[in-house]
């Protein structure tokens, strides 16, 4: 599962960081049969430019899993998409639900959005509800603060190290 990592790339990327007033972001939440065809395209350029392009990872990103999954993104004032994830139910990638394809775009990046995407995230699944995530290795600490704790070795996913990570239900 790509996960880039919302707050860490811009170090890869070398693009400015944005100030961005999150209360002038617009938030969505819907499952694939509701997107439009513009939002998906958004979805999916997003989705391109940093797993494909900044990270120099040629992999299928069309997965299948889209269209069970819902999806939970930030618009800017402009309509550009700041940040993305998806939510897949239990057992399409793991026995627990999940997040994946967690993004910020490169322009936003080290302004708090990630963190705030993760949050948005949880509260979608539901605060009592295990989630398992397969993160890019070096993200462990982020998602830490989110209570995900280590739940596998490191493997390697597309070139990248990566660990699954799981959240337990309170």
Do not use: N
Request: contains cysteine; aromatic residues 8%; positive net charge.
């Amino acid at each position: 599962m790509r996960d880039s990592g919302p707050e860490a790339h811009g170090h890869r990327s070398g693009s400015r960081s944005r100030l961005i007033a999150q209360g002038d972001l617009v938030w969505h939440q819907r499952p694939f049969d509701a997107l439009s065809v513009r939002q998906l395209y958004a979805i999916m350029a997003l989705r391109a430019q940093v797993f494909v392009v900044e990270q120099r990872c040629a992999y299928q990103d069309a997965d299948g899993c889209d269209a069970v999954s819902r999806h939970l993104w930030a618009e800017q004032p402009d309509g550009t998409m700041a940040a993305y994830l998806r939510v897949l139910p239990a057992g399409v990638k793991f026995a627990e639900v999940s997040l994946g394809r967690v993004i910020t775009a490169p322009d936003v990046r080290r302004s708090g959005l990630g963190r705030e995407l993760m949050r948005r995230g949880i509260a979608a699944v539901g605060e009592g509800v295990p989630i398992r995530i397969g993160a890019q290795a070096y993200l462990e600490r982020f998602y830490a603060e989110f209570r995900f704790e280590r739940a596998s070795g490191l493997y390697d996913e597309d070139g990248i190290p990566h660990i699954e990570m799981l959240r337990r239900g309170c």
